[in-house]
């Protein structure tokens, strides 16, 4: 089974603190994103990335940036935590698909990220 | 641009009833289709997908047919258990650029409670 993991199921942090959240997936899977989560709406892509060392910007990239330097981690990065931040993140992988449209992505647990 | 709606929650079944959750999409191109279940305290799960048209998608008692001509993909399932307790999400895929990566468009999500 394709397991990804994230480094803290909860967090609670202050206001201009850096924060890491670090996923990690053992399946050799050449994408990886992360999301946040919240009520009424759904999933937002913040950034994804299909290789290491390689990024692209998704839907909500303001105030996160992103590192992949090994394939099985991909970590988000909270340059200075402000309370908007505070939200659930997700992060998933999937394997590289060419033309084959069915790529499935794996989910880990989350992180519950509570900014003060 | 990409969008999906999915019938707002809360769905309030009792056990053994017949639950249909609506999902309509705009999209470009021919979408693989997915369903994911978040179950309380987890991170999102696979539950089915369909990749054309016509296709139906299964699984645990779950199914969804791929309409492409009325761009939906609605969740069945004949007769719900206490366990089916969870967060529904619809989300079609959209081709990010030529190398064939796919990201997902998620709906908001619709929370269904069983009860006993």
């Known amino acids: 089974d394709v397991k990804v993991t994230q480094s803290s199921r909860y967090l609670v942090k202050r206001t201009g603190e850096k924060v890491f959240l670090e996923c990690v997936q053992d399946m050799d899977h050449e994408n990886m994103f992360w999301y946040r989560q919240d009520p009424g709406l759904g999933l937002r892509l913040i950034y994804f990335s299909y290789d290491v060392k390689m990024k692209e910007k998704g839907d909500i990239p303001e105030g996160y940036s992103v590192s992949r330097e090994k394939k099985e981690r991909f970590s988000l990065i909270l340059e200075s935590a402000s309370t908007n931040q505070t939200s659930m993140y997700l992060c998933?992988?999937?394997?590289?698909?060419?033309?084959?449209?069915?790529?499935?992505?794996?989910f880990g647990p989350g992180t519950r990220l509570t900014v003060l | 641009g990409d969008s999906v709606t999915q019938m707002e929650g809360p769905v309030t079944l009792s056990e053994e009833a017949f639950l249909t959750i609506n999902c309509t999409y705009t999209a470009t191109g021919y979408p693989s289709l997915f369903w994911y279940v978040q179950y309380p305290g987890e991170g999102l799960q696979l539950l089915l997908k369909?990749?054309?048209?016509?296709d139906k998608g299964s699984n645990k008692g779950f199914e969804a047919t791929y309409r492409k001509e009325t761009t939906s993909f609605h969740l069945e399932k004949g007769s719900v258990q206490v366990s089916d307790s969870a967060v529904y999400f619809c989300a079609p895929t959209r081709s990010m650029f030529s190398g064939g990566y796919n990201k997902l468009i998620f709906g908001a999500g619709t929370r269904l409670a069983v009860h006993p």
């Open positions: 369909a990749t054309k048209a016509d």
């Open positions: 998933a992988s999937s394997s590289l698909s060419g033309n084959d449209t069915t790529d499935t992505q794996y």
